[in-house]
């Protein structure tokens, strides 16, 4: 069974990818960073969330390539 992410990290991650195109990675730590700079995001928890989301959506991307 998979993690369970609510639509608020998914349309975040996906708006962050969009607009910071090329600079999220598959390296999670730096992605955390990454979110904590180019985002709003209020808690650690959700910052966390969304990163682990991005990275996942990179590997992804470059899966399919």
Avoid at 10 to 20: A, M, P, Y
Avoid at 48 to 61: E, P, S, W
């Amino acid at each position: 069974m998979g993690n369970i992410r609510t639509s608020f990290v998914k349309r975040t991650s996906k708006e962050l990818i969009e607009i910071h195109q090329g600079v999220f990675t598959t390296d999670f730590d730096e992605n955390k960073k990454l979110v904590a700079e180019k985002s709003t995001v209020s808690t650690k928890h959700l910052r966390n969330k969304i990163a682990g989301y991005i990275t996942r959506l990179v590997r992804q991307q470059q899966a399919e390539m």
